[in-house]
């Protein structure tokens, strides 16, 4: 009879977490990442920043008519990089011829 009694208090006090249902396994496959000196591309992030720059400025104003560089390009002294609206000067040039008669 003991045994008896000691059987049903081991069943009753069982763990009452059997009802949950149970989480399935995720089965992952992992790779050992090794250094690969045949591949052709590589892609980095980061910020590009100048060594030099050199400040660029008209003897006149005006809006930029053209562009002739291009960001990054090399430019040697003398080179044309862009070039102004002749708009505004002309005008300027008849009002002057203008007044001069």
């Known amino acids: 009879m003991s045994f008896l009694c000691t059987l049903l208090m081991l069943v009753s006090c069982g763990d009452e977490k ?3 249902t149970e989480k399935p396994v995720v089965r992952v496959q992992t790779e050992v990442v090794e250094y690969a000196s045949n591949c052709d591309e590589r892609d980095y992030v980061g910020v590009v920043e100048e060594q030099s720059a050199t400040s660029v400025s008209f003897t006149g104003s005006g809006t930029v008519a ?3 560089v291009s960001a990054g ?5 003398g080179q044309l990089i862009a070039e ?3 708009t505004q000067a002309n005008n300027a040039v008849a009002m002057a011829e203008a007044m001069m008669t």
């Open 66 to 68: 053209r562009v002739c």
């Open 73 to 77: 390009q090399h430019v040697s002294k």
């Open 18 to 20: 059997k009802n949950e």
């Open 84 to 86: 102004l609206d002749k």
